[in-house]
Nanobody, 125 residues
Framework: RVELVESGGGSVQPGGSLRLSCVGPIYTCMGWFRQTPGKEREGVAAIYTGGSDTYYHDSVKGRFTISVDKAKNTVYLQMNNLKPEDTAMYYC??????????????????????WGQGTQVTVSS
């Protein structure tokens, strides 16, 4: 059974930082998604672990950084300058891909077969 385990969530004030960790098998492409109640899961960031190719949702560009430490079997999501709209359950996902359209990139929930249980991030003053 594949197991991805997230940690690092919590409650912070706007402008604060958190670093999420995902421990488990490191696949060719690893991603982070987030979801709030009543909304679809949204792709936040992804990385091809054999190189430096990354994807970021427009809303997090310049604030979030995805990275991988293969020696520790860990994928990280460093989140800086957090905003209330970043509040969500964050999920790690594995073995997917970055989908490239003619004028934009994205990551699709259905392309990732392996998922963690999620870690809650709350940004509030």
């Amino acid at each position: 059974r594949v197991e991805l385990v997230e940690s690092g969530g919590g409650s912070v004030q706007p402008g604060g930082s958190l670093r999420l960790s995902c421990v488990g098998p490191i696949y060719t492409c690893m991603g982070w998604f987030r979801q709030t109640p009543g909304k679809e899961r949204e792709g936040v960031a992804a990385i091809y672990t054999g190189g430096s190719d990354t994807y970021y949702h427009d809303s997090v560009k310049g604030r979030f950084t995805i990275s991988v430490d293969k020696a520790k079997n860990t994928v990280y999501l460093q989140m800086n300058n957090l905003k209330p709209e970043d509040t969500a359950m964050y999920y790690c996902a594995g073995d997917g891909a970055i989908t490239r359209y003619s004028n934009y990139d994205t990551i699709l929930e259905g392309d990732f077969p392996y998922w963690g249980q999620g870690t809650q991030v709350t940004v509030s003053s």
